[in-house]
Nanobody
């Protein structure tokens, strides 16, 4: 049994920063990918950033240069550092793991507003 728990969301002003965390519990085998997605009201869920099994990273064009994905294997935690936040970054952010099964966190709200 695998559970993903996100934290770190909140309300920030444009230009501000947030750091999201996703802590995993349980054993994950055959790990293919792990990363972050987001979904804004009325829009489809989209990939924000991810690690592939070879350690390479991918980012959505809209966040390149502003967001950084990282991980701490000992803590079984993946992070998303978000800098220079814009109002259009407002969304619910979800942690995702692709293994022999697909796992999702419960989501954490990020709101960027003055």
């Amino acid at each position: 049994q695998v559970q993903l728990v996100e934290s770190g969301g909140g309300l920030v002003q444009p230009g501000g920063s947030l750091r999201l965390s996703c802590a995993a519990s349980g054993s994950i085998f055959n790990l293919y990918a792990m990363g972050w997605y987001r979904q804004a009201p009325g829009k489809q869920r989209e990939l924000v950033a991810r690690f592939s099994s070879d350690g390479s990273t991918s980012y959505a064009d809209s966040v390149k240069g502003r967001f950084t994905i990282s991980r701490d294997n000992a803590k079984k935690t993946v992070y998303l550092q978000m800098n220079s936040l814009k109002p259009q970054d407002t969304a619910v952010y979800y942690c995702n793991v692709v293994s022999s099964s697909i796992y999702w966190g419960q989501g954490t709200q990020v709101t960027v507003s003055s």
